[in-house]
């Protein structure tokens, strides 16, 4: 089996895998908590964790095994997370572009990829944290967990094994740029749908038509047509 450590507590499992890092081998390896106690999301975003009842964890992989783009590696790794819940739940789980997990509407998966060097290497740093068994969430969140969408209790050790065993499989065999848009795409949140979006701190309908290799997403709005924009230049709301 894949490397794969455990803390009790830890403030971020992606700050804290680099001491796991010990040999100039040392690759896919694994790390988890269930008690994350200052979680990072994209963009300085902050991901808060109710203590043993979720899974955070990160990955390190060499990016030396890897010839995809970055924009590509992050698709890809949120295609497999999403994979992997989909089997879990037997449910239609969804990407929220670029790299949210969806599930009924309500967010259960926050992803972050960092690229650092450590000891001399360059690495992927795959950050993912899970909502399982958290039963409560704001009002306003947009937040759930598994059992709050499907009403099934899961085991979290049993769970993050299975998860980090998926992770490495997948990531061993990546497959085309052309696969990876397709999939990615077909899983796409709302895709075709109409929606409302906030831009310029105005809101409007619009519809998502497809995300691109360059990393943009593609909508067509009622009041501006169709446009692309970058992560942040455009909010979702849901």
């Known amino acids: 089996m894949p490397h794969l450590f455990y803390l009790k507590e830890c403030s971020s499992t992606n700050d804290e895998i680099s001491k796991f890092l010990l040999y100039e081998n040392s690759d896919f390896v ?36 890897f010839t995809c783009s970055d924009f590509m590696f992050n698709y890809y790794t949120a295609i497999i997370i999403r994979d992997f819940l989909a089997n879990l739940t037997e449910q239609n789980v969804k990407i929220k572009w670029p790299n949210d997990i969806i599930l009924k509407s309500k967010k259960i ?21 899970i909502n399982i068994l958290q039963e409560k969430f704001d009002e306003i969140s947009n937040a759930g967990s598994l059992l709050t ?16 065993n998926y992770l490495v499989e997948k990531l061993k065999k990546i497959p085309s740029d052309e696969e990876i ?3 990615f795409n077909q899983s796409l949140f709302r895709k075709d749908e109409i929606s409302v979006f906030e831009l310029n701190k105005r809101r409007q309908n619009g519809i ?16 501006d047509g169709l446009k692309s924009f970058y992560h942040k230049e455009i909010k979702l709301l849901y």
């Open 208 to 223: 998502i038509k497809q995300t691109d290799e360059n990393g943009k997403i593609w909508i067509e709005l009622e009041e």
């Open 109 to 129: 998966v926050g992803i972050l990829i960092e690229k650092k060097k450590i000891n001399q290497t360059n690495y992927f740093i795959i950050g993912s944290g």
């Open 30 to 65: 694994g790390l988890h908590t269930f008690n994350q106690t200052k979680g990072r999301g994209q963009y300085g975003n902050t991901w808060s964790s109710v203590a043993e009842k979720n899974l955070a964890y990160t990955l390190a992989a060499k990016i030396e095994n």
């Open 149 to 164: 969408q499907t009403g099934k209790t899961f085991n979290l050790d049993e769970l993050t094994i299975d998860f980090h």
């Open 181 to 183: 848009m397709h999939r």
